[in-house]
Nanobody, 115 residues
């Protein structure tokens, strides 16, 4: 079974940028869609952005215009470029990928936005 590993989380000042990566351990057969979620302390996990094999992308209103989801098929990696970061973006960020047989999640990477 393919495993996902997120990386790129860090402590960053407000207004800064980060790029999160989500690397798959192998090719995901029948890939349909991929997404990023986040979970802040005391909150439920919430959807941030997703992309589909057909080329569609969607973003939560709170990150629209600041975050960009992308995928490098050759590297089996999904990215989340995050610009103009705000303290309220602080959370553990998780990626997932979906194929006809189910959804696979990564273990998460911590993003902290603070001065």
């Amino acid at each position: 079974q393919v495993q996902l590993m997120e990386s790129g989380g860090a402590l960053v000042q407000p207004g800064g940028s980060l790029r999160l990566s989500c690397a798959a351990s192998g090719t995901i057969v029948g890939l349909i869609a991929w997404a990023w979620y986040r979970q802040a302390p005391g909150n439920e996990r919430e959807w941030v952005a997703f992309g589909t094999w057909g080329g569609n992308t969607r973003y939560d209103e709170s990150v629209k215009g600041r975050f960009t989801i992308s995928r490098d098929n050759a590297k089996n990696t999904v990215y989340l470029q995050m610009n103009s970061l705000k303290p309220e973006d602080t959370a553990v960020y998780y990626c997932n990928v979906k194929n006809p047989w189910g959804t696979t999640w990564g273990q998460g990477t911590q993003v902290t936005v603070s001065s």
